[in-house]
């Protein structure tokens, strides 16, 4: 790089205006198509380079974006903010042009890092994970103490991936503290950080019409380490052989392919037998977890808890003749029926079948989960003018007439 710029002309008022120009120019003659014909070892070599040069420029970003957020350019050419200004420039990702921002005044006060990240020996989250620990240390905390923690957290970033970095900042305090109080400390660290994890859980899905469902959560660190400890342990490729829903069956040999898909290696093979990458597999292995729910033991404010009805007839449940439906409305095939039909917490409504107790007269008050279920069925959620929550936010209520007045339990 030295030499590109000691050829450039002395038209660039500075440095940083050379080497910008410098990196284009260079760029300009790297054709992309050109690593097809590397080996794949230098590619390597070159990839991990490329990645040390993307830090390093990563720091001049950051540190472009601090100077230009102090000199109040944004507030002079209309613009809202600095992020706003940048992302209407180039990309228009606001949020990375505020993550740019935020990460470039963090660094400002631990030049240090700064510097290694400039000099390509750390990589930009590591830098982040590095000013965030520095600048929330205590107040009174000295300013040798924290060049103390800056430096061992430099020199621990090439040791430990991301999560371990993280987790050894948040005990940097570590070395010039009694070891009673760093165990006091982390706790109650570790109790608030838990609570917030909880306020700031979310999840939500919508159907995309084609038979799946996307959606996204946010989970405390603990379920979510369940979570992926479940779905790891049900998609591991030595239990392929135990799989028994819908899915995981034989197809036809001469199954035709669909959507551009080829079914000449899989025609003929569980589908749990195929190659599959590892999100696809972990997707399916999220999926039958789901299937397995045990829905007696979950929590439900209506009585009804996690129970989900399969409505099908006699034929549909023997002998899988044609589609059931959900309690919700989805469909399903009768395989996927008779399935969820074994399963803990998902109960058949068999048309024609033999009935449940529904009628309990005046001697008990409360309904009964069979009771409850009937009215699911019948009603599809609350039955007030204008509501539309379903069974399971709904309650069983005596609404005519008042039990303590006579009212029997029974649905009518």
């Known amino acids: ?20 120009t410098a990196i284009e120019n260079a760029l300009d003659t790297m054709p992309v198509g050109g690593w097809a ?13 490329m990645m040390r040069a993307e830090a390093r420029l990563k720091a001049h970003q950051l540190a472009a974006a601090r100077v230009l957020e102090a000199s109040g350019l944004a507030k002079e050419s209309g613009a809202t903010s600095t992020a706003a200004l940048l992302a209407s420039a180039f990309g228009g990702d606001r949020r990375e042009a505020e993550s740019m921002v935020h990460r470039g ?23 982040g994970i590095i000013a965030d620990a520095v600048n929330d240390l205590p107040d009174d905390v000295t300013p040798a103490q924290k060049q103390a923690c800056e430096k061992a957290l430099l020199d621990d970033a090439p040791k430990y991936n991301l999560k371990d970095l993280r987790s050894r900042s948040r005990r940097i ?9 760093v165990d006091q400390d982390e706790n109650t660290n570790l109790e608030d950080e838990e609570k917030k ?38 998609c591991a490729p030595k239990r392929d052989h135990l799989r028994d829903h819908p899915g995981a069956k034989t197809e036809p040999a001469d199954a035709k392919a669909t959507d551009g898909e080829k079914t000449s290696d ?3 093979h569980a589908f749990y037998d195929r190659e599959l990458d590892w999100r696809t597999r972990m997707g399916v292995g999220f999926a039958e977890l789901c299937s397995r729910l045990p829905g007696h033991l979950l929590p439900g404010r ?15 449940l ?21 399935l969820m039909a074994c399963n803990l917490g998902l109960i058949p409504q068999v048309f024609g079948g033999k009935s449940l107790p529904l009628d309990h007269g005046h001697e008990q008050r409360l309904f009964t989960k069979a009771q409850k279920q009937a009215l699911a069925a019948r009603d599809h959620g609350c039955t007030f003018p204008g509501c539309d929550r379903p069974p399971e936010q709904s309650e069983a209520h005596h609404y005519r007439m008042p039990w303590s007045k006579g009212s029997t339990t029974k649905p009518r």
């Open 1 to 20: 790089m030295s030499a590109v710029l000691a050829s450039l002309p002395d038209q660039f008022p500075d440095p940083l205006s050379g080497g910008v």
């Open 37 to 49: 014909g590397l080996e794949a070892g230098l590619v390597r070599e070159l990839a991990t380079r």
């Open 105 to 127: 005044k963090a660094l400002e006060t631990t030049p240090t890092t700064e510097e290694a990240l400039a000099d390509g020996q750390i990589g930009a989250k590591q830098a």
């Open 173 to 181: 305090t570590d070395q010039f503290k009694p070891a009673p109080e």
């Open 197 to 234: 994890a909880w306020r700031r859980s979310e999840f939500w899905m919508n159907a995309n019409g084609d038979g799946t469902t996307s959606g996204g959560f946010r989970l405390p660190d603990a379920q979510a380490e369940m979570l992926d400890a479940a779905i790891k342990a049900i």
């Open 266 to 268: 899989t025609a003929g």
């Open 302 to 316: 209506s009585g009804l808890g996690a129970t989900l009805m399969v409505r099908l007839d006699y034929d549909t």
């Open 318 to 338: 023997l002998h899988g003749v044609k589609a059931a439906t959900l309690s919700t409305g989805t469909r399903i095939s009768a395989s996927q029926a008779r």
